[in-house]
């Protein structure tokens, strides 16, 4: 059982780079998302989804894209990498609705992106 | 929009001890999830305990146990016997049940526990 897989889990960008993180899972979850984490400011939500070809922002979405084509995916592309957006990221997944472990949010193991 | 509020950076506690941390929110919705997760040095995320907010009932999971004031819009978590293994960063977070399933994180506390 996969869950939830990034990748990769580090990558070294020159400022104006693109890149896309790669995000999947296996549990045929509606909710998508994902996080950025930086010291002393907890998980912050960049973008997020509810089901295919759904997408909205979360609180910190300037300089990330993302999409929705299938279930499984929802890769996070930086058009032009910045050093603000060095981070650690986070891809996470959750079923909608009520009942069974219901709201457990199931996330990837992170990926560290160091944008110079 | 919803905020979840964490005003305790950083907290030590004693081996076998008690300590509880602290989590606020502030949301105009009446249904809502509310957690608690833990993320050791290994980075990883591991829930640790969930309050739906129609239930008026205190959840618990074995050491763990939360106060949820719904009214106050408090959601505290209480750790008993305080281990060596408890020490991490603990996130609480807030998922809305509006249709956005939209999850909010605070800022976190990080505790210590001292043998």
């Known amino acids: 059982n996969a869950g ?20 999947a899972q296996d549990m045929n979850h509606e909710y998508m998302s994902w996080y950025r984490q930086d010291p002393g400011m907890g998980l912050r939500l960049i973008h ?15 300089g990330y894209n993302v999409s929705r084509s299938t279930t499984e995916d929802f890769p996070l592309r930086l ?8 981070s650690v990221y986070f891809c996470a997944s959750s ?22 | 929009a919803q905020t979840v509020t964490q ?16 989590c606020t929110y502030d949301t105009s919705e009446s249904d ?14 591991i829930l640790v305990i969930r309050q739906e907010a129609y239930k008026q009932q205190n959840a618990t999971e074995n050491r763990f146990s939360v106060n949820f004031q719904k009214a106050a819009k408090s959601f505290s978590l209480k750790i008993s016997d305080s281990q060596l293994g408890d020490a991490a960063m603990y996130f609480c977070a807030y998922r809305s049940e509006g249709g956005t399933y939209k999850y909010i994180f605070g800022t976190g506390t990080r505790l210590k526990v001292l043998a």
């Open chain 1, 4 to 23: 939830v897989t990034q990748t990769p889990k580090f990558q070294v960008l020159k400022t104006g780079q693109s890149m896309t993180l790669q995000c």
């Open chain 1, 48 to 62: 997020y989804s509810v089901g295919a070809g759904i997408t909205d922002q979360g609180e910190v979405p300037n």
């Open chain 1, 79 to 86: 058009l032009s990498a910045a050093p603000s957006q060095t």
């Open chain 1, 95 to 116: 079923r909608r609705g009520r009942g069974g472990n219901t709201g457990e949010l199931f996330f990837g193991e992170g990926s560290r992106l160091t944008v110079l």
């Open chain 2, 7 to 22: 005003s305790q950076p950083e907290m030590s506690v004693q081996e076998a001890e008690t300590v509880t941390l602290s």
């Open chain 2, 32 to 45: 809502y999830y509310l957690f608690w997760y833990k993320q050791p040095p290994s980075r990883q995320m």
